[in-house]
């Protein structure tokens, strides 16, 4: 089991950059595959980012490929979310979510359901 607690929201101009960090307490984290979700006011909770237990697969909902990047350092316990360029639209409570992962798996996780483990979230706001 893991416990996740996410950091590093606030506010920032449209064109900034945040660096959001999802630390992780319990036993190995190394085999879990992670992954970043938000959810905005009167929105459903939106698959952003996800990687692979090893690091080796990375997938983005296409509104942030070229601007996101998941990270992820097995020796810190710890799941990036590098945002740049940022947009008045990705404002949102952004939600860390990690699930066991390992070799025997190659199918990304892309969907809430995927993931049993979850952060509380931390606001991100950029205004125009």
């Known amino acids: 089991q893991v416990q996740l607690v996410e950091s590093g929201g606030g506010l920032v101009q449209a064109g900034g950059s945040l660096r959001l960090s999802c630390t992780a307490s319990g036993r190995a984290f190394s085999t879990y595959d992670m992954g970043w979700f938000r959810q905005a006011p009167g929105k459903e909770r939106e698959f952003v980012a996800a990687?692979?237990?090893?690091?080796?697969?990375?997938y983005y909902v296409n509104s942030v490929k070229g601007r996101f990047t998941i990270l992820k350092d097995n020796a810190k316990s710890t799941a990036d979310l590098q945002m740049n360029s940022l947009k008045p639209e990705d404002t949102a409570v952004y939600y860390c979510?990690?699930?066991?992962?390992?070799?025997?798996?190659?199918?990304?996780?892309?969907?809430?359901?995927?993931?049993?483990?979850w952060g509380q979230g931390t606001q991100v706001t950029v205004s125009s």
């Open positions: 979510a990690g699930a066991p992962g390992g070799p025997s798996r190659n199918t990304p996780r892309t969907t809430a359901q995927d993931y049993g483990y």
């Open positions: 990687i692979s237990w090893g690091g080796a697969r990375r």
